[in-house]
């Protein structure tokens, strides 16, 4: 692999990237910033996870002219999550150059964004914000030397491509374009054609590189076990952060919930909640104050969060690359992960689909028992002792602990401890509404059904009218199909 200082980059960059452990490049890294440096349109097709924003950031900071005023970089990401980690990233990455970027997406304060724009030369937006600002005349392009369009196939699903078009079109004519993409359908294909200039091709086995790291297992299981099943699962495997996928905003909320009734540290997160509550369950799930996110796949769509342990697929996604997506929450930066996968009788023909995407088998678990569940939780009851045992100062305790030893045997003192230590959890009869199972009929198309987003673009695009959201949450009725992330 190649080394970041063998690139002819800055100091400051080099220095930047000393400082975040970095010291080998990605494949997609190798591949781009060579290209990126000497003024290429690039077209990588790469997913989430292989270190896309390093290869096309270190070019577009290295082009940043400190006396020129104006944004001189665009990125445009399909979710808010996806613009702020990528903002993130940039701005450490440009923080030793003195270069700024700045996150806009829809749900936070336009005057507060038209201030900040006056002092930042890279921006990182959603394309539905973009679109108001550019229409609006509030952001001036005329200075952007360097287009970044992340993850394009996703804004394709969520309806966004005309809005991309647009985009690009409001751009100066000698730019640099940079398109990145998991996979490539025709109409990212024709972008690259009408609208870059000779674009270069940088591919990555980026599939694989994804779920290398991952054990992956499946559970084939009744709808209405599953539950009992997630629960029963996190008490023996006791991730230290799991990320639980639900099909639609409805199922987050129950599932969440039904974590929360049973003594879980959960929360849910998706497209209808506030921009401030989003970040408030992110925040809490990084420090680890919340040990189970459920999300959908739009909301989790851009999460960097290298500690998870484990993904549970509570409903089997729609199309096999979301489950790619999906399972990449975890196994990151080197470490290993697991997903587990509940799949009913008539979701054997997706889950077969997967395995031929990911060319890897998907392993079937079985079910814990109650009692395998709670024996799971005594095993972290005795973790905890030990590591007491092994790190403390315990010197303090020990006249009182020789005290009890004079009264009681040392074996019941230890169950005792033991017995506080351990979580007993009941299971709580909880509710949830049912799910129809994939159509495997749809699911061969790969994404016939997905379109223009599923409602995704109703939550993220510009000035499109959205479709009305019942907030009553009757949790008796039947589950809407179309009730999606």
């Known amino acids: 692999m190649t080394k970041f200082n063998s690139l002819g980059l800055s100091d400051p960059i080099l220095k930047a990237l000393d400082h975040m452990g970095f010291e080998e490049t990605t494949p997609i890294q190798e591949q781009t910033i060579p290209l990126g440096m000497e003024g290429h349109d690039v077209i990588g097709q790469a997913q989430t996870g292989t270190g896309k924003t390093a290869a096309f950031g270190i070019p577009m900071i ?29 701005n450490r990455l440009g923080k030793n150059a003195g270069v700024r970027a700045l996150p806009i997406y829809g749900g936070s304060n336009m005057e507060r964004q038209i201030r900040a724009l006056k002092n930042n030369e890279i921006v990182v ?21 360097t287009a970044v369009l992340d993850e394009a196939d996703e804004m394709l699903n969520m309806g966004f491509i005309d809005d991309i078009r647009d985009i690009l079109k409001a751009l100066p004519e000698e730019r640099q374009t940079l398109l990145f993409s998991a996979t490539m359908p025709k109409e990212i294909r024709d972008i690259a054609t009408t609208l870059m200039n000779t674009p270069k091709e940088v591919k990555t086995k980026s599939k694989e590189m994804t779920v290398s790291n991952i054990d992956q297992y499946y559970v084939e299981i009744a709808e209405k076990h599953k539950f009992d099943a997630l629960t029963r699962l996190l008490d023996l495997q006791s991730p230290d952060l799991a990320i639980v996928f639900g099909r639609t905003k409805r199922r987050v909320d129950e599932v969440a919930d039904a974590l929360q009734v049973r003594g879980f540290r959960a929360e849910g997160i998706h497209g209808d909640l506030t921009q401030g509550k989003r970040m408030s ?54 470490r290993k992960g697991e997903s587990i996968s509940f799949v009913t009788p008539r979701e054997k023909d997706q889950l077969n689909l997967i395995e031929k ?36 100062d315990i010197n303090d305790y020990k006249q009182a602990a020789s005290d009890l030893m004079d009264q009681y045997e ?39 059904k997905r379109g223009g987003g599923q409602g995704r673009n109703n939550s993220y695009k510009g000035n499109q009218k959205k479709r009305p959201y019942n907030k009553n949450n009757n949790r008796n009725r039947n589950f809407n199909q179309k009730d999606k992330g």
């Open 410 to 448: 040392g074996q019941d003192l230890v169950a005792a401890a033991l017995k506080m230590l351990t979580v007993e959890r009941q299971e709580t009869p909880v509710r949830l509404s049912s799910v129809q199972p994939i159509s495997t009929k749809n699911a061969k198309g790969g994404k016939s």
């Open 281 to 334: 369950v992110l925040k809490k799930f990084k420090e680890g104050r919340v040990e189970i996110l459920v999300a959908t796949d739009v909301a989790a769509r851009g999460l960097d969060i290298s500690d998870v342990t484990h993904v549970y697929n509570f409903d089997i996604p729609q199309d096999p690359e979301s489950y790619v997506h999906r399972i990449g929450r975890t196994g990151r930066a080197g």
């Open 125 to 145: 937006a959603t394309p539905g914000r973009l679109l108001d600002h550019i229409r609006r005349k509030t952001i001036k392009l005329e200075q952007v030397h």
């Open 357 to 392: 995407l990911t060319k890897k088998k998907v392993d079937k678990l079985r079910v814990p028992s109650y009692k395998e569940a709670q024996k799971g939780q005594q095993d972290v009851a005795v973790t905890k002792l030990v590591e007491k045992l092994n790190a403390e």
């Open 62 to 90: 290295e082009k940043v002219d400190k006396q020129v005023r104006g944004v001189q970089g665009l990125v445009v990401a399909p979710t808010r999550e996806l613009a702020i980690q990528v903002a993130e990233e940039l």
